[in-house]
């Protein structure tokens, strides 16, 4: 495989590490419906559970409690959704503003066409949810409440959240607890049991695994409403032939990523250090967002006054330094990043990021060829701007 020049957009997704390649291979050789009683089917279906064992005993969880999707937002759906019905009449849904869009939209969908009542929880300037902010929501009225997400660790600007503090004050008035720990799980300790949440997200292709694979870790006696419907082949939540090939790939990725999580963690906040620093000394005038301390070891998010981050992006890519926006695109018309907005920047700010983000195949090279090219595309970007 080729590589770019320089790729800093892990966190929308990392490259496959070649033990969940062999993983996953081995599996594609082989035939076998996971429910098939024959002897390829009981194959498939052991490969399956010895997946389930490996990614429980990875995030310390049981095997029962993890229910294979297809990935982060299919897992992110069944949480939302799934707690919101199988909790009703309660109707508040409480969210952080910071979210997701996978967790964002459903409970959007849920506030305009299932009769919830919203909550966005406030995040501080830095991209944080206070516990207080919390506590104050649930104690308006904590018996309307259906469940509570809040994701661990934020997908743009690499904050880190309270999980563990939040989940308990859930738990004090019986509220289930859901957190997105898709950008977490590789870079942070994530333990299902220790964390206290009782529904955890999780994604193969964002910790070297397979892309379409994922999971939710859901702790015993907590029963959401299927999403999917039909065979009922995980836990009667979640339906779907098993894809025992991707499975596998995941169970391998999430081995290696936790067993290496604190060398690699190190590695990279090392590296990211240097980037930021290498950043403000070639542009200035440049605003790192998120938590300078307490953020994803692989995640440096900046503001470039002057710059749309959509432009400034595209001028980085035709120079082979590829990242990402903090941006959605709509019908070609740049969005800011609603996570920056509700974080007070205003809307030029928010429009004006870059999202670079480090992972396990990261070197100083990488660092050096973003420096290289950054100033003189960013200086582009702000004559374009001008025009």
């Known amino acids: 495989m080729t590589r770019p020049s320089a790729y800093l957009d892990h966190a929308a997704t990392t490259p496959m590490l070649p ?9 594609l050789k082989r035939v076998g419906n996971a429910s098939s009683l024959h002897a390829a ?15 429980a005993d990875a995030l310390g969880a049981r095997p029962s409690e993890v229910v294979f999707t297809s990935g982060g937002t299919e897992a992110d759906n069944l949480a939302i959704k799934g707690l919101y019905w199988a909790r009703r009449p309660r109707r508040r849904v409480l969210i952080s503003s910071v979210e997701h869009h996978a967790a964002l939209d459903p409970a959007h969908w849920l506030a305009d066409s299932q009769g919830a009542e919203l909550e966005l929880l406030e995040a501080d300037e830095l991209g944080r949810v206070h516990p207080e902010t919390l506590r104050a929501a649930i104690e308006r009225d904590p018996d309307d409440i259906a469940m509570v997400s809040i994701m661990w660790a934020n997908n743009e600007v690499g904050t880190v959240q309270p999980v563990h503090v939040l989940a308990a004050i859930a738990h004090d008035h019986g509220i289930p607890f859901h957190s997105d720990a898709v ?17 955890v997200t ?3 292709h964002k910790v070297g695994g397979p892309i379409g694979a994922g999971a939710l870790l859901l702790a015993r006696g907590v029963t959401p409403v299927s999403v999917l ?8 939540v979640r339906s779907g032939t098993l894809d025992a090939p991707a499975i596998a790939g995941l169970a391998a990725a ?57 432009a400034l992006l595209m001028l980085l890519d035709a120079k082979g330094v590829e990242c990402s926006t903090g941006s959605a695109c709509s019908a070609g018309v740049a969005q800011p990043s609603h996570v920056l907005l509700a974080m007070g920047a205003d809307a030029a700010t928010a429009r004006g990021s870059l999202r670079f983000t480090l992972g ?3 070197t100083r090279e990488d660092v050096d060829r973003l420096i290289e090219v950054l100033p003189a595309a960013v200086e582009r970007a702000r004559r374009a701007g001008l025009s």
């Open 19 to 27: 033990e969940a390649i062999e993983a996953m291979t081995d599996q």
């Open 41 to 55: 089917g009981r194959q498939a279906r052991r490969v399956v559970e010895e997946a389930r064992e490996t990614i």
């Open 183 to 199: 950008q977490a799980v590789g870079q942070l300790p994530v333990s299902f049991s220790g964390s206290g949440a009782d529904a």
């Open 202 to 204: 999780i994604s193969g």
């Open 229 to 236: 419907h039909g065979g009922g082949q995980e836990r009667d």
């Open 254 to 310: 999430v081995s290696v990523a936790v067993r290496e999580q604190e060398t690699l963690a190190r590695r990279l906040s090392a590296l990211r250090d240097e980037l930021i620093l290498r950043v403000r000394d070639a542009v200035p005038d440049v605003v790192l967002n998120g938590d300078p301390d307490d953020r994803l070891p692989g995640n440096a998010h900046f503001s470039f006054p002057g710059c749309e981050g959509d």
């Open 360 to 362: 396990h195949t990261s």
